[in-house]
């Protein structure tokens, strides 16, 4: 029987919950299944079950009306215009994610692999002579900026530009809270440059963002869809990685073991970056809206509600993990919904993947002790869980 859902005074997004949003996912999972978020108004579920659910049934959970706190349909969306993929239901998704997939797809990767190992293994050898990095400043900004808009074929001036559009983008998820004015400004003279590199003209030939294009000769979207379907892969593509990256190397080097298992094999590097996804998932929440009455739990929801999905709390459910809180760069990690669940998961998820498990073997190879060097600062946003510095020590490999 549908009951009322418990009400919380929990936000989400304030600096408290997001410094430290582990206890507070405790109290949201174990309050129901379904709860009230009453500071927004808005349904919310941080159960895995329930989650998955709502990611599974696309009909009744919708992205068109955006997967941020604003109703798209209502108020205007961050991207003018809205998003080809993320913002879209069937049928104009199922036009739209097949070109990206397509750009993604293995055989792509496959060509862009040896470069992303050049790079990966030239940073490595730099940072670790040198003895002291920093994580995140050092690396983890540095990598993907470098190997994926090397890939996409973005030119390199105005590249400063990426981190601080997607800081703006992905706080423009949650509500206009403080932290989003405060990436407004640089954000939006981000967006004008990213606009622009969205272009045919402005891509490298054979780049990524230029195989987009070909679609348009094939006659599978008009011109003007093949330039928003790029500023996905910009949008998406940079700052998840560069926050996953953050979190691996975080998790890494406060779990001296998980280190000295993934130094002996490092091989084990894939499932360790699927780990750290899990136990610290970069992208930690967003919502969608119900287009019909629909039970979810043991709750009613009406139609046009939106209800926010904490990935990053089905991720460390008890329901679903075993000691979800336990770093284990050896247990099995699939189920994990770091990179969605269902049509939308993300399109992108093997190059993110192949730059992980890149990055930390490289690392694995030439580390054998890894180790803070001073507490790491963090970098709250409303969507992304992440660090702003994180300074490491090494020990390099003994030959
Ligand atoms: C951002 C787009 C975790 C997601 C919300 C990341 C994301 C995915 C797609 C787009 C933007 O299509 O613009």
Known sequence: MAALPPVLDVDPFSDE????????????????????????????????????????????????AGVGLANIEKEASFFQPPSLLLEADPPLHQRTRPVLALALSPSALRDLRPKFELEAHALADRLVSRG???????????????????????????????????????????PRNPRFEATLRAGEAAREWVKRQCNRRALRPGGLGS????????????????????????????????????NALFALA?????????????????TAFEEALR?????????RTTTAETDLGDVT????????????????????????????????????????????????????????????KALAERIERLELAAPPVRCLNNTLRGLASLPLSVAPRRH
């Open 132 to 174: 002291t990095f920093d994580g995140v400043t050092d690396l983890a900004e540095v990598y993907p900026i470098r190997v994926f808009a090397d890939a996409l074929g973005l030119r390199e001036e105005g590249r400063e530009h990426l981190l601080p559009y997607a800081a703006f983008l992905f706080n423009a998820f949650g």
């Open 211 to 246: 195989r987009v294009f070909d679609a348009v000769n094939r006659g599978e979207v008009s011109e003007e869809e093949a330039a928003v379907l790029v500023r996905s892969l910009l949008s998406a593509g940079l700052d998840t990685t560069v926050y996953g990256l953050g």
């Open 17 to 64: 919950f997001l410094a430290d949003p582990y206890p507070d996912h405790e109290r949201l999972r174990a309050a129901g299944p379904v709860v009230w978020l009453e500071t927004y108004g808005i349904y919310a579920s941080a159960r895995h079950a329930e989650v998955q659910l709502a990611l599974q049934d696309w009909r009744t959970f919708s992205s068109a």
């Open 301 to 360: 929801l009406p139609a046009g509600a939106k209800i926010l999905l904490f990935l990053g709390a089905a991720n460390r459910d008890p329901r679903r993990w075993d000691e979800p809180d336990q770093f284990d760069i050896a247990r099995k990690t699939s189920g994990h919904v770091a990179f969605g669940y269902g049509i939308h998961s993300c399109v992108g998820q093997a190059v993110a993947r192949m730059e992980g498990e890149i990055v930390l």
């Open 254 to 270: 406060t779990h001296p073991e998980a280190w000295a298992q993934l130094h002996a094999q490092p091989e084990l590097a894939r």
């Open 279 to 287: 136990f610290e998932s970069a992208v930690q929440t967003f919502f």
